[in-house]
């Protein structure tokens, strides 16, 4: 996982990694990512649920969302003890769309909160760590598609949210009369 997180960041830092600017259902991406995680959130004695408005479309690069996404749902994933609750929400908030992925765990003390998104920045204790890219690059990859991730948490519950620029569902073309 290092080696891709170093990758990644190297591609990002050197401009040569592209965001393609699309029609991405937001709904269909957060179901994928579910279906895709399950098992290692079984693995790993968490549960996982998708509650998905229908519909909401953001304007981003599909790929890149789902790395954002992937990297929000392994850190719930990594950082909260066996037992938690992980869910992937999908909604529409004015002209944002928002991929959210809350779970029950402990929370985020508040003295991490400011370097939570540095490169390399760990925080210590009992969880397992991995390289300290992976909230830097979701943050990198977010505003490259003019959006944002942030994180608001209290003990027992930690939700990170990524916010992109919401689109309207695109409009079937008609079909032609057989």
């Known amino acids: 996982?290092?080696?891709?997180?170093?990758?990644?960041?190297?591609?990002?830092d050197a401009g040569r990694l592209r965001v393609e600017r699309e029609d991405v259902p937001l709904d269909e991406v957060a179901a994928v990512l579910v279906e895709e995680v399950r098992p290692?959130?079984?693995?790993?004695s968490h549960t996982i649920e998708l509650?998905?408005?229908?519909?909401?479309?953001a304007l981003a690069d599909e790929?890149?969302?789902?790395?954002?996404a992937r990297a929000l749902v392994s850190n719930a994933l990594v950082h909260t003890p066996a037992g938690s609750h992980v869910t992937v929400a999908v909604r529409r908030a004015g002209d944002r769309a928002l991929l959210?992925?809350?779970?029950d765990g402990p929370g985020i003390a508040p003295e991490h909160l400011d370097r939570i998104f540095d490169r390399f920045y760990r925080v210590d204790g009992t969880q397992a760590s991995g390289s300290g890219l992976g909230l830097?690059?979701?943050?990198?990859?977010?505003?490259?598609?003019?959006?944002?991730?942030?994180?608001?948490?209290?003990p027992g519950q930690t939700v990170f949210t990524l916010q992109l620029?919401?689109?309207?569902?695109?409009?079937?073309?008609?079909?032609?009369?057989?």
């Open 51 to 57: 509650e998905a408005d229908a519909d909401v479309w």
């Open 1 to 12: 996982r290092l080696a891709g997180d170093l990758l990644d960041l190297s591609r990002v």
């Open 63 to 68: 790929e890149r969302v789902l790395q954002v």
């Open 136 to 154: 830097a690059i979701a943050r990198e990859l977010a505003q490259r598609m003019e959006g944002s991730v942030g994180v608001e948490t209290r």
């Open 100 to 103: 959210e992925v809350r779970d």
């Open 40 to 44: 290692l959130a079984e693995v790993t």
């Open 165 to 178: 620029p919401a689109e309207e569902a695109p409009v079937a073309a008609p079909q032609p009369a057989a």
